[in-house]
């Protein structure tokens, strides 16, 4: 690889702070960002990087963090990413009366639902 012969290496579709988290998991307290989101974030940096443990331990973290709020992004993460756990319990989540019709009038949602795969 090019890369090994450069003294850097600029990364620049990563936030600094989700880099460093990839490489050491510290305590992930950015006030700017809430964690769900850090750690969506974090699931994508690991899978892109090949890190298949910290991929798991996300989708891990997100599969029990799946709510009203989450659901939509979690459940097209899951599907970018080939989470399929995470899948299985967002769809879950969304299947359930209460949470359908909720869901239904959010327009990022029923795009999502377009998407055959998820058909």
């Given at each position: 690889m090019a890369e090994s012969k450069m003294e850097s290496i600029q990364i620049k579709d990563i936030k600094p702070a989700i880099f460093k988290a990839m490489l050491s998991l510290p305590d992930m307290s950015d006030d700017d960002i809430p964690i769900v989101t850090?750690?969506?974030?974090?699931?994508?940096?690991?899978?892109?990087?090949?890190?298949?443990?910290?991929?798991?331990?996300c989708e891990e973290v997100l599969r029990r963090n799946v709510s009203m709020d989450t659901v939509?992004?979690?459940?097209?993460?899951?599907?970018?990413?080939?989470?399929?756990?995470?899948?299985?319990?967002?769809?879950?989540?969304a299947s359930k009366p209460k949470n359908l019709i909720?869901?239904?009038?959010?327009?990022?949602?029923?795009?999502?639902?377009?998407?055959?795969?998820?058909?």
């Open positions: 850090q750690v969506q974030l974090l699931l994508k940096a690991a899978d892109r990087y090949a890190m298949d443990g910290l991929k798991m331990i939509v992004s979690s459940l097209a993460l899951a599907e970018e990413h080939s989470c399929s756990l995470l899948k299985d319990v967002c769809l879950d989540f909720q869901l239904a009038l959010n327009a990022e949602y029923v795009e999502l639902m377009h998407c055959n795969s998820l058909l």
